[in-house]
């Protein structure tokens, strides 16, 4: 299951040199963020600058890894990424899981909300009893559960806050200065209030694994270095007005679907390869399952119902994460996260199958097997040749509706940053500061994607019946 | 060539078979006649083995068949078996039905399995239906292809299992015809039936089987002309 290896926002390493892999949750600007430049998309941001400074110190080729925030903490200890420079504030618990480097930059959080909104919320206290969006994870989090009676809500991506701001969902958004400022230059109906917070001054470390002095020295090496004549400040600065630059000309949802559609195209063939890659090994896996659950020898029967009910009985986002940072950091085995999508996806199907082929395999008339048995083949001769076959066929239907199914569901991958649709459509949003029309896009095309595989096996199922009427 | 000793069959606590001996010999055409719930089917189906006897003692070919570990493969290779509802292969042509056996289990090459087919299509008179499927038949021609079908393994004995029951009357003909010319060709036969005339024209013996043991038996003209026990006669006088 080994043919393809990391995804493309990867620079990609040579053989001799060594390779430093950083991870960041690419939707913050002006500290890391999509950006399309002539014409591919590429992570930019003052972290970027920073990480691209502490790797050409250190000799080695710089891999960038685009992970969710709440994610980026076990991507670390498991190993798959050496550092995180993602804004992230050096808390207690933190510190307790991961090492910090000195602080590289100290942001100020405010409060952003919308223009009518602005004047009502002028401090802390008048946000009393409010909802106010943060991001999952994040330091603002904290600081937001701080606040009396306020009742929070915390989502993943910085754009789903705008969109949770722009539907009225959230009265107001705890959020760095910098970032803020990015999104209100974008939206203009979103404004910062004048309120301070207090004590919110956050410093910015980069992480790394526990214990890994020798990389953690090259950093702050590198970090003092640029501290000397205010460099970060300087990449801050570039980068918002990299940000700002050049904005979306229009936020027309047939526009964004044009301008990115190289991303859509991207994201639409990861899915297609993921989901049929999903069906085929599932199919397999399936197949051998259902053969044990109809075995007679009790062991192999318990070994499948066991599997099949564990996997149909537990939510696939938490297979995914076992499978990719929890195998990774228990057996030192590391997936690429096309592997851990395919393999998720594959056993997750597989169980949903035995259970289609165990119905289809019972499902074949007895006679079939006590024919094939009186003329002497064996068990297992009969079951290839005279019962599998019909069993399969009787379930073809099922088995394109599973493959269906999976396209959906195979956008959960991009939790673990697998560049499907879904990631795309999450990478074009932050991108565009446009919150809900790259959605509305992808969904469009999932839609088209499943009801034309939906009308195509419904005409292959129809042709095949022709002879196979009773 | 069969020779059945003590044959016992439970289905739980249900003794379906109380106790059968019964021999048959090379050439002969045995009709096994009873009311339905007698047993007879279950008779036929342990000589193959498509039932596991409970108990008692079955030789095929002066082979203990019934022992442990004995491979029934080996006897089924050669005990040919035609069952009430065809059990045609769907997803194969009448003529891989017929091949596929004798290519997969006695390993005859495909051109040597395709002629003995084509021959046996023959016989059957179904020759222009080689590459159809059996879903485009009617039942008296699956029951022909199915017999072709058992005799493609060139069987030493032939097991027929309520061949005409599921039929419609008008192809009930057709089918007895191919079971006659094979009885007259020598074939031994075991045949569990309803069809009174045919058992009386063909059969060499007729068992009568009542509560899961042989009531009486003998040839055709005994059985049927003059039966001897009560059972029979009572049966008889309900069918004939």
């Not at chain 1, 910098?178 to 404004?191: F, I, K, T, Y």
């Not at chain 1, 074009?428 to 999932?446: C, E, G, H, K």
């Not at chain 1, 994607?449 to 199922?461: A, I, N, P, R």
């Amino acid at each position: 299951m080994l043919f393809f290896t990391v995804i493309p926002l990867a620079s990609a390493a040579q053989d001799n040199q060594k390779v430093i892999t950083v991870g960041l949750s690419a939707d913050f600007p002006p500290y890391e963020f999509h950006k399309k430049i002539d014409g591919t998309d590429q992570i930019v941001g003052s972290d970027v600058e920073i990480a691209k400074r502490i790797a050409a110190d250190m000799g080695a080729t710089l891999q960038i890894q685009d992970i969710p925030f709440d994610s980026l903490l076990p991507a670390l200890n498991s190993g798959r990424i050496d550092m995180i420079i993602s804004g992230m504030t050096p808390t207690e618990e933190r510190r307790q899981n991961v090492d910090f480097s000195e602080s590289y930059y100290i942001s100020r959080q405010v409060i952003m909300t919308r223009v009518e909104d602005k004047d009502k919320y002028t401090s802390v206290d008048s946000l009393q009893g409010a909802s106010i969006g943060v991001q999952k994870g994040s330091i603002q989090e904290g600081i937001a559960k701080d606040i009396k009676d306020a009742k929070l809500t915390s989502v993943d991506r910085i754009a789903d806050i705008v969109l949770s701001l722009e539907s009225g969902r959230v009265d107001a958004a705890v959020m760095e200065g910098p970032v803020a400022e990015g999104q209100v230059a974008n939206h203009d109906d979103l404004a910062i209030t004048s309120a301070t917070i207090p004590d919110s001054d956050t410093e910015m470390a980069i992480a790394v694994k526990k214990g890994n002095a020798e990389l953690l020295g090259h950093i702050n090496g590198t970090l003092a270095k640029l501290k000397q004549g205010d460099q970060v400040k300087k990449f801050v600065q570039d980068a918002t007005a990299l940000n700002s630059g050049e904005q979306q000309k229009s936020n027309n949802i047939f526009t964004i679907f044009w301008d990115y559609r190289q991303y859509y195209m991207k994201g639409i063939q990861y899915t297609l390869l993921l989901s049929a890659a999903g069906v085929l090994f599932g199919f397999l896996i399936g197949l051998v399952v259902s053969l044990f659950r109809l075995s007679n020898v009790g062991i192999l029967r318990w070994i499948a119902v066991t599997y099949t009910e564990i996997l149909r009985g537990t939510p696939m986002l938490v297979q995914l994460l076992i499978i990719h940072y929890g195998i990774a950091q228990t057996f030192h085995i590391e997936f690429s996260v096309l592997e851990s999508g395919i393999i998720t996806l594959s056993i997750n199907s597989s169980a949903y199958l035995a259970e289609i082929f165990r119905a289809g395999i019972q499902g074949v008339d007895r006679g079939q097997m006590e024919a094939a048995r009186s003329l002497g083949m064996s068990h297992g001769m009969t079951m290839r040749s005279i019962i599998i076959p019909q069993a399969v066929k009787s379930v073809l239907p099922a088995i394109g509706n599973e493959f269906v199914v999976i396209i959906k569901e195979s956008s959960i991958v991009s939790f673990i940053g697998v560049a499907d649709l879904m990631f795309q459509a999450q990478a074009v949003r932050s991108i565009t500061y446009s919150a809900l029309n790259p959605l509305l896009i992808a969904a469009a095309i999932y839609f088209i994607m499943t009801f034309v595989l939906s009308k195509l096996l419904g005409m292959l199922e129809r042709r095949w019946s022709v002879s196979d009427k009773r | 060539m069969i020779n059945v000793k003590g044959l016992k069959k439970s289905f739980g606590k249900n003794e379906v078979l109380t106790g059968i001996d019964v021999e048959i010999a090379q050439g002969e055409v045995v009709v096994v006649i009873g009311p339905s719930g007698s047993g007879k089917s279950t008779f036929l189906r342990c000589l193959n083995l498509l039932e596991q006897p409970t108990a008692g003692e079955i030789y095929f070919e002066d082979e203990l068949i019934t022992q442990r570990k004995y491979d029934i493969d080996n006897a089924r290779k050669k005990m040919g078996m035609v069952f009430q509802h065809f059990n045609l292969f769907p997803h194969k042509t009448i003529l891989q039905n017929l091949t596929l056996a004798p290519i997969k289990v006695k390993k005859t090459n495909p051109a040597e399995a395709e002629k003995i087919a084509m021959e046996l299509l023959h016989t059957v008179g179904l020759e222009d239906k080689r590459d159809t499927y059996p879903n485009q038949l009617s039942g008296g021609q699956k029951q022909r292809i199915a017999i072709a079908r058992a005799l493609a393994m060139q069987p030493h004995v032939m097991l027929f299992d309520e061949p005409t029951s599921a039929l419609d009357p008008e192809m009930v003909g057709e089918v007895l015809e191919v079971m006659q010319k094979l009885a007259h060709e020598g074939m031994t036969m075991v045949i569990v039936t309803h069809e009174m005339g045919f058992a009386r024209e063909v059969g060499d013996r007729i068992i009568f089987m009542d509560g899961g043991q042989i009531v009486e038996q003998g040839p055709p003209e005994q059985v049927f002309g003059a039966p001897t026990h009560p059972r029979t006669q009572d049966f008889l006088s309900k069918v004939l």
